[in-house]
């Protein structure tokens, strides 16, 4: 097992992983809230946890990966102002919540398949621990929270070093807003919302508080105790999340368990996509789905890839251009592997040898290619385990895959394997995707793929035959239709669609 270091947001640090409970590693990410279509840059931050439960994995430990899926509590402003996320959305579309929320939930679930996101251990579902909400706001309510009006108040100034994970100031008025009037300080913050009198929540619980509904951060606080018992190892989310909803967290399992006690070893944060024209608003009308990347022509997984290639702790920034480069790129290594598989048919005959565990990507494991390894192979395993080991530097991991695909002269069995074996960790697929998965078709195109190979094959003739009018004749009606003919490339790839 190599050292695996990860940048820690609690000291701001490289420290060395060591697990809780020996050979274990227990990751609980913040999920999304329902109330609305996932954005790329959300799915940046389940890209990023699912590397890291890869990496973990991959060196060995038993992974147990917690997401959460926030159905009740988000309020539109993360300091208890506002409106309630989902009642709002569920109000603007005359819906039910549950309604709204199960189709939400529908739409990033199919995000994280289309990026090949691992299934966590625990999908947890807010909504289904309220009872031990309530039941862990009982237990810490006498010694740190406070009644007002509108519900059951976090009180900041019991823990010891309220807001160190964020760095903030905590004196009144400094760093944070008051917002709700009666407020012993200005970042305390509601873990029970009461139903304001008069009104009617949709979703709503009896409480020794009154009718309710639990605040956001104390969900995080229960569901990970709940599965993953405190300490757990790493929490993660994005770098907003190290502003209020974690330090909130910690302050929770702080009057939980003590106050030496943040809940978790790890707290590791994603930095932003950003986004300069606006349409990663949720209310701009192109906004950035994986579905738009999609209907545009892209494979999903070019996008995976674009996250990669970053570092997880930078920030990163969204363009066409730089998706379309690491579409290139995960095409150029898809073809790769298929020559290699090709070369590997023609080497091994299948009815002499079955070749088919050689490029299973589940049938390796770093081990046991490490044991087989050829010298050539070995010095890029090596610089890759190191980059994932080096708090996921993906980025060079990707390069050292490229060099083992570039490698001549080398076992092909082997060279599939090590491959294999380090898309493991990134999770592109490489082992199974096809040029054909790679034709993303897009939504606005008009012609059909076999429409476009007729007609290739047609001015193919022409040309054979110098009747250049017609062959360009026909190239001039691709085009129109939203074909590139792209004669000479060096992917082989002939035709794209593009729209
Ligand atoms: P939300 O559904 O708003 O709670 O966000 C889900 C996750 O996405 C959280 O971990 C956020 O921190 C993260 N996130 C939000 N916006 C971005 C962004 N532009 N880039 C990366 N992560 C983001
Ligand atoms: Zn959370």
């Not at 049938?363 to 080991?389: C, E, R, Y």
Request: net charge negative.
């Amino acid at each position: 097992m190599t050292e695996l270091r990860l940048f820690n947001s609690l000291t701001r640090q490289l420290e060395t992983f060591t697990p809780v409970h020996a050979g274990e590693a227990r990751i609980y990410t913040c999920g999304p809230t329902v109330y609305n279509y996932p954005h790329i840059g959300n799915m940046r931050a389940y890209v990023f946890a699912d590397t890291l439960g890869r990496v973990l994995s991959y060196e060995g430990y038993k992974l147990t990966h917690v997401i959460n899926i926030t159905d009740v509590g988000h309020l539109t402003d993360d300091a208890d102002a506002g409106e309630d996320k989902m009642e709002k959305m569920a109000a603007e579309k005359a819906q039910s919540i549950w309604d709204i929320a199960r189709h939400y939930t529908e739409a990033y679930w199919a995000d994280i398949k289309a990026l090949n996101i691992r299934q966590p251990a625990h999908w947890s579902i807010a909504t289904d621990y309220v009872p031990q909400m309530i039941d862990y706001a009982k237990s810490i309510a006498d010694k740190h929270c406070y009644e007002l009006e509108s519900g059951l108040y976090f009180d900041t100034s019991t823990v010891a070093h309220y807001g160190a994970l964020a760095r903030a100031k905590t004196e009144d008025g400094e760093g944070r807003i008051e917002e709700v009037e009666g407020k012993r300080n200005a970042a305390d913050f509601a873990i029970w919302r009461k139903t304001p009198a008069g009104e009617t929540r949709q979703m709503e619980w009896d409480s020794p508080w009154g009718k309710g509904a639990p605040g956001w951060h104390l969900e995080c606080s229960v569901m990970s105790e709940a599965l993953l018992g405190l300490p757990f190892d790493i929490h993660t989310g994005g770098i907003d999340h190290r502003e209020i909803h974690h330090p909130n967290e910690i302050a929770q399992n702080q009057a939980r368990c003590g106050s030496n006690h943040s809940g978790a070893r790890f707290w590791m944060h994603n930095n932003f996509l950003i986004e300069r024209s606006g349409k990663m608003s949720k209310s701009s009308c192109e906004f950035l789905r994986v579905q738009l990347l999609i209907d545009k022509g892209f494979h999903p997984l070019a996008y995976r890839l674009m996250c990669l290639q970053a570092h997880y702790r930078s920030e990163l920034e969204f363009s066409w251009e730089g998706l379309q480069a690491a579409f290139v790129r995960l095409k150029r290594m898809v073809m790769g592997v298929a020559n290699l598989k090709s070369r590997h048919a023609e080497l091994v005959p299948e009815s002499i040898v079955p070749k088919a565990p050689m490029v299973q990507a589940d049938t390796w494991t770093l081990k046991q290619v490490q044991g087989n390894v050829a010298p050539i192979l070995s010095a890029p395993l090596k610089d890759f385990v190191a980059a994932a080991t080096d708090d996921l530097n993906t980025a060079i991991a990707i390069t050292a895959l490229e060099t083992v695909l570039g490698l001549k002269k080398v076992d092909v069995a082997q060279q599939l394997a090590t491959i294999a074996d380090m898309d493991k960790v990134l999770g592109l697929n490489l082992m199974t995707l096809t040029r054909q998965d790679l034709r993303v078709r897009p939504k606005a195109a008009t012609i059909t793929e076999e429409d476009i190979e007729n007609a290739l094959a047609a001015r193919k003739e022409a040309r054979a035959a110098k009747d250049f009018a017609k062959s360009d004749a026909i190239r001039d009606d691709l085009i129109a239709k939203g074909v590139e003919v792209m004669d000479g490339d060096p992917l082989g790839w002939d035709w794209k669609l593009d729209i």
